[in-house]
């Protein structure tokens, strides 16, 4: 499938980043002290739209938005996020693994016996891409022409995806090196749903969303959506900018999934993550996930250590993160470039989403 080809290539959002020094603070910051931050880096790389949210460790929340248009987008506004998908299925992993449901580092042929190398595969080497599934691009930047954007119109089921996650499986040993791998969370999902025989998108509304009071938060297309979404963009190679709207979006949940399906807002995006390690998930949760299942380890200022997870559709840009002392960012943008597919191994991400959770970082912290 070629759309796949070209979602694979987001594996991108998972490069580790490094950020400034500076103190603590667990007060709120107020959005005049954020704004300029905000409107300086968007305007530095021609961002359309943005909204920002943060959450201090005593549980206040600021929100700016940032637009070259009419209509500023808030901390409630819709986006797609991406591949911060995969912390919200991870976390759900571990919940179900709380209650005994699932099992780390047993088997899938417990739950999925028909898929190639069930007998090998576990849920860790999964959460961790360790799993030696492939997420090979294929031959993609001819494809990106607007004429060519139909292609990403057709929703697909969960069977064709699996087929897809199949077909990557590779012959390596396993546990395999780190290779950052979209149809290992598409196998995540399937795992969760017939261990449990619930729908995916049921569970993290019963597990994650409602106990975090989440009002905008979908593992689309799954379920409806409620609010209309900020429009997307994407550029191409050429430099050609197309607005998207939101009409590829149901199309695209379907085939992301469980690896990148989710909408959702900036506020609901900072909750997550400031209550991932606080109260949502036990003691041996948090340690677990800290190992790198469904989210990337890094140094957040004042040698802090800290977590994030970058996530890319088409049409969008999103990355979030937590500090060691419970500070929380969410950067959700409606910009997405093809470029960034194409040679982030060489040059990195541009623009980087994380670079500005950094920065908010710096500044909030230094606050106290």
């Not at 991870?90 to 580092?105: I, K, N, Y």
């Not at 399906?261 to 995006?269: E, K, L, R």
């Amino acid at each position: 499938m070629k759309r796949w080809a070209a979602f694979l290539a987001l594996s991108a959002m998972m490069a580790v980043a490094v950020v400034p020094a500076c103190s603590d603070s667990d007060s709120g910051v107020s959005a005049d002290e954020l704004q300029p931050i905000v409107d300086e880096w968007a305007e530095r790389h021609a961002v359309s739209d943005m909204a920002v949210s943060v959450r201090s460790p005593s549980g206040a929340f600021t929100s700016v938005g940032y637009s070259t248009g009419d209509e500023t987008p808030d901390d409630s506004s819709l986006w797609m996020i991406g591949s911060i998908t995969k912390t919200l299925t991870a976390a759900t992993v571990l919940l179900l693994v709380e209650d005994g449901t699932l099992e780390l580092d047993v088997p899938i042929e417990r739950w999925l016996p028909d898929f190639r190398r069930a007998d090998e595969i576990t849920l860790r080497m999964l959460l961790s891409h360790t799993a030696g599934i492939a997420n090979d691009i294929g031959p993609v930047p001819d494809e990106f022409v607007p004429a060519a954007l139909d292609m990403f119109r057709e929703p697909t089921t969960v069977a064709e995806n699996l087929e897809v996650a199949e077909n990557s499986v590779g012959d390596v040993d396993l546990p395999a090196q780190f290779s950052y791998s979209n149809p290992g969370y598409v196998v995540v999902g399937a795992v969760i749903e017939a261990a449990t025989g619930e729908a995916l998108a049921d569970l993290q509304r019963a597990r994650i969303v409602e106990p975090l009071g989440l009002e905008n938060t979908y593992l689309a297309w799954s379920e409806p959506v409620a609010e209309p979404m900020v429009p997307g963009e994407l550029g191409l190679p050429d430099g050609m900018r197309v607005p998207l709207g939101s009409e590829f979006v149901p199309a695209q949940a379907t085939w992301t999934w469980a690896a990148g399906g989710v909408v959702s807002s900036a506020g609901d995006t900072a909750a997550f993550f400031g209550a991932l390690f606080d109260d949502l998930l036990g003691p041996e949760s948090v340690e677990a996930m800290k190992t790198g299942l469904g989210i990337v380890a890094t140094r957040w200022p004042d040698d802090k250590d800290g977590w994030f997870h970058r996530g890319g559709a088409f049409g969008y840009l999103a990355a979030a993160g937590v500090s060691e002392d419970g500070w929380s960012v969410a950067v959700l943008s409606n910009r997405f470039d093809v470029a960034n597919m194409l040679s982030y191994q060489e040059e990195g991400i541009d623009p980087d989403p994380v670079e500005l959770i950094g920065e908010l970082m710096a500044h909030v912290t230094a606050e106290g």
